[in-house]
């Protein structure tokens, strides 16, 4: 498998001739929208769902009940998912996991609901949450910024998953300056590196 970050939480993933696209949202870049053989969005918020653009995809998107709802008039194109269910989606399989989004301030509540995706045991996306998946994976993304980001519990998260490699996203508040600081923080051993990546950048899952 192929992955490609572009702006703040979108990622795509190819393998075998199929693309999948994660949480293409209105900060996505316009290449983002080109194609895609399915799409997994974690949650309704419009940096991770740009409602407008996924309507011009002729492809089957997967998410849960929150982002539906915004989506009814593509009828059987949008499938409801739930943390603790896997499905396959255009030969690619997946787990989704948890389903809150994290607390922004606690006056406010639970904002929505949110669901993490893992793609073929080895790429994790946890949407806005800090959600941990029930198994080793190769590839974690971890959110590096954000109204609800808190240092402390993303570096506990990304100690607990411990994953081969990780990479950040989330990240389209930070400066230069601020991403460096995110590496620095999350960087683990030699062998699990902190992947640094800018829009555009491919990494290999092997």
């Known amino acids: 498998m192929k992955l490609t970050k572009f702006t703040h939480a979108c990622v795509r993933i190819d393998k075998d001739g199929k693309v999948l696209?994660?949480?293409?949202?209105?900060?996505?870049?316009?290449?983002?929208?080109?194609?895609?053989?399915?799409?997994?969005?974690?949650?309704?918020h419009p940096d991770h769902l740009d409602v407008?653009?996924?309507?011009?995809?002729?492809?089957?998107?997967?998410?849960?009940?929150?982002?539906?709802?915004?989506?009814t008039e593509l009828g059987d194109r949008v499938q409801v998912v739930e943390g603790g269910q896997a499905f396959d989606a255009a030969g690619f399989a997946i787990r989704?996991?948890?389903?809150?989004?994290?607390?922004?301030?606690?006056e406010l509540g639970v904002p929505c609901q949110n669901i993490g995706f893992l793609v073929d045991d080895a790429v994790y996306h946890p949407g806005d949450?800090?959600?941990?998946?029930?198994?080793?994976?190769?590839?974690n993304l971890v959110p590096v910024s954000g109204p609800w980001f808190a240092l402390p519990p993303a570096v506990e998260y990304a100690r607990a998953v411990n994953a081969q490699q990780t990479l950040g996203i989330h990240d389209a508040l930070l400066s230069p300056?601020?991403?460096?600081?995110?590496?620095?923080?999350?960087?683990?051993q030699a062998d699990r590196p902190y992947k640094l990546a800018q829009p555009g950048d491919s990494i290999e899952i092997n």
């Open 21 to 44: 696209l994660i949480d293409p949202g209105t900060f996505s870049e316009d290449a983002v929208f080109e194609a895609a053989d399915a799409i997994l969005v974690t949650h309704e």
């Open 52 to 71: 407008e653009r996924i309507k011009g995809l002729d492809a089957p998107i997967y998410t849960n009940a929150g982002v539906a709802a915004q989506l």
């Open 96 to 106: 989704a996991y948890g389903k809150d989004h994290a607390v922004i301030l606690p």
């Open 129 to 139: 949450s800090f959600t941990q998946p029930d198994r080793q994976v190769h590839t």
């Open 177 to 188: 300056i601020g991403q460096g600081m995110m590496q620095r923080f999350l960087d683990g």
